[in-house]
């Protein structure tokens, strides 16, 4: 029986792929990888860490000034996993440095913040719990 081991890609609708690319590079610290285009679509592969791809798509179809909106079925948020609380502050300085706006870390125990693309979509950057 097949298993999941690990997710090939993520891919991403977004208004603008420059402007997201951009976003990427200059927040995340991710790449630029290949660009494809198809009947009616452009993506953009992001990479980062060995087996992170991150594909950013526009659709011709998509409205103009769509905005993502995590209480519609599909996406809820893009989570970066973190190996501690000093890792998760770690991103949040990089943040700042881009000027990105972003939220503080929860309360202990746990370990979880947020920003968002230009889109709105939310990225989490998590930290499991410590005991």
Do not use: K
């Amino acid at each position: 029986m097949p298993t999941i081991d690990a997710f090939s890609h993520v891919t991403l609708t977004v208004t603008d792929v420059e402007t997201s690319v951009a976003w990427y590079e200059r927040s995340l610290g991710m790449r630029r990888g290949p660009d494809m285009t198809g009947p009616g679509w452009r993506r953009t592969l992001m990479l980062a860490g060995p087996g992170v791809v991150l594909g950013l798509q526009a659709h011709e179809r998509t409205p103009e000034g769509d905005r993502f909106d995590e209480t519609r079925v599909g996406l809820d948020h893009v989570s970066i996993a973190c190996t501690d609380r000093a890792e998760v502050q770690a991103w949040l300085v990089r943040l700042d440095d881009a000027g990105v706006p972003h939220s503080t870390i929860s309360a202990e125990p746990a370990n979880v913040a947020t920003c968002r693309d230009p889109d709105g979509i939310p990225i989490e950057f998590f930290a499991p719990r410590t005991a």
